[in-house]
């Protein structure tokens, strides 16, 4: 067998007003053909994955190119174009081949493109023709369009948010693909529109009860190879934005349709009650403070680089500075001026700084001190599960007893390693300022003596009742109470 991978993948927050262009992709990953690193990124797995599976079945495996941006605003058309059309080439060289396996993301925007992944699929089908398998891995904070799943066999998603389990879907992705390949299965895949958005952390009930369910089923269930939740993606101002069910089947699609249908309407009765509470800036601070014990961590949810935000906000960092608290650590602030400015002056310089709060409105104010330049680390790197998440060059900065770590590569703050990567114990403070929506939780909660959602500034547009929309559907709740009474 001969079999085509490759990955293009972002995740576009069309409020955001982070432009996305060649230079954003390169500074996250950029892998030529046969250049990617063995460990993959978050959404390249596929390949990864693929080498494994490929020199197991004695198959060839022809790679393209692999590219991914830190999620932020629209890309450039001319940078999605020219990527798309890469592997779109890559591809062409490659014919003939038995099947395309890609690891993209699903809620990626162009200028003039609401639907890229959709767009790219089509074009790999009809390059391939109607009988070449394609598929493809996404991440769950996706867009299922009816283009993109019109052109693909099926899709596997990522059922844990945090997404500590994209290696382990990509190798459910490729052993489907397998066994399709040598004719032992017909996979069928069929979708349920749940008519809503929402958040859905499994690090808590009901979705930690539900995805297990899911799990479950696979195991259990006659003819059911695959089951995903395509929570969608609020940011994402587009046509097809919401919630829907994948039931990938061995040939049964009638089953599959009923079941994907049973699981979405029982999500669907269980809406609004999956995002963990959330608390402003005042209240996180005084329950920080009246912990007993520390590291105490303050999630700055929405401030959340990795739902495309800029990640620079100060608003809870202002709080307890106003306070005169002390003992804490903030990772990160984006600001690259300041970076290349304390680059400039040195380790042990003492400087005055303006930084944060750049970007938009709505996010704080810059915040001015005299503060010591304690380390400058190259190209940082943090873990994520068994990837790396790559923050740029990156200062520590220190005054007043607070400790913060400025990036120039924007990254939400997946695990503790982003403290230790820079010289800060982390375990040692007794505030940890994080800017994570929920991916932080699986490594956090393992040094946490407790953790605080906070909600400050308006920097991210997470109330979809309310989100000046332009283009996305407003059948869904929580747009209307009931879209199944329309």
């Avoid at 002056?345 to 330049?373: N, W, Y």
Wanted: aromatic letters at 8%; glycine letters at 8%; hydrophobic letters at 45%.
């Amino acid at each position: 067998m001969r079999v085509f991978t490759a990955a293009l993948a972002t995740e576009t927050n069309t409020f955001s007003p982070i432009a996305i262009d060649r230079r954003a992709f390169e500074a996250s990953l950029y892998a030529r053909p046969g250049e990617h690193p063995a460990t993959p990124t978050l959404c390249t797995a596929p390949i990864t994955v693929g080498r494994e599976v490929c020199a197991q079945q004695g198959w060839t495996l022809i790679e393209g190119s692999a590219s991914w941006a830190d999620p932020a605003g629209l890309i450039a058309r001319t940078t999605y174009e020219e990527l798309r059309d890469e592997i779109l080439g890559q591809l062409q060289a490659a014919m003939p081949v038995d099947a395309v396996v890609l690891g993209l993301h699903g809620a990626m925007v162009a200028q003039g493109y609401d639907d890229p992944e959709g767009d790219l699929l089509a074009r790999v089908r009809a390059i391939v023709g109607p009988d070449v398998l394609v598929c493809a891995e996404l991440d769950p904070h996706s867009h299922l369009t009816a283009k993109r799943a019109a052109a693909a066999n099926f899709f596997v998603a990522f059922k844990e948010f945090p997404h500590t389990d994209f290696v382990d879907r990509a190798r459910d992705l490729w052993s489907i693909a397998v066994r399709a390949l040598k004719g032992e299965i017909t996979p069928l895949m069929s979708v349920f529109d749940c008519r809503m958005i929402d958040v859905f952390p499994t690090s808590k009930q009901p979705m930690r009860g539900f995805v297990d369910r899911l799990y479950g089923l696979e195991q259990s269930e006659p003819g059911v190879l695959s089951l995903s939740v395509i929570h969608g993606f609020m940011a994402g101002d587009v046509p097809e934005m919401g919630t829907k069910i994948i039931a990938v089947t061995d040939g049964k699609a009638e089953a599959g349709a009923a079941l994907a249908e049973k699981l979405g309407r029982e999500l669907f009765a269980l809406r609004g009650t999956f995002m963990v509470a959330q608390v402003d800036e005042k209240a996180a601070v005084d329950a920080a403070l009246a912990a007993p014990t520390g590291p105490v961590v303050i999630a700055d949810v929405w401030d959340n680089p990795g739902g495309g935000t800029a990640g620079d906000a100060t608003v809870i960092l202002a709080e307890l500075i106003g306070r005169g608290i002390s003992d804490v650590a903030v990772g990160t602030i984006w600001d690259p001026i300041a970076v290349q400015i304390c680059m400039a002056a040195g380790e042990g310089a003492q400087i005055p700084l303006r930084f944060g709060a750049k970007s938009a409105p709505h996010t704080g104010s810059p915040i001015d001190k005299l503060v010591m330049v304690k380390r400058l680390v190259h190209n940082a790197e943090m873990r994520f599960g068994e990837s790396f998440a790559p923050f740029g060059d990156a200062a520590w900065i220190s005054f007043d007893g607070i400790d913060v770590i400025l990036n120039s590569t924007r990254a939400q703050s997946f695990d503790p390693s982003l403290f230790s990567a820079m010289g800060i114990d982390p375990e040692s403070r007794k505030i940890l300022l994080i800017k994570s929506t929920n991916h932080f939780y699986d490594s956090f909660s393992k040094i946490a003596s407790q953790i605080i959602y906070c909600a400050a500034g308006k920097p991210y547009p997470n109330t979809p009742a309310t989100t000046p929309y332009r283009k996305a559907r407003r059948d869904i709740w929580p747009m209307v109470e009931n879209p199944w009474a329309l």
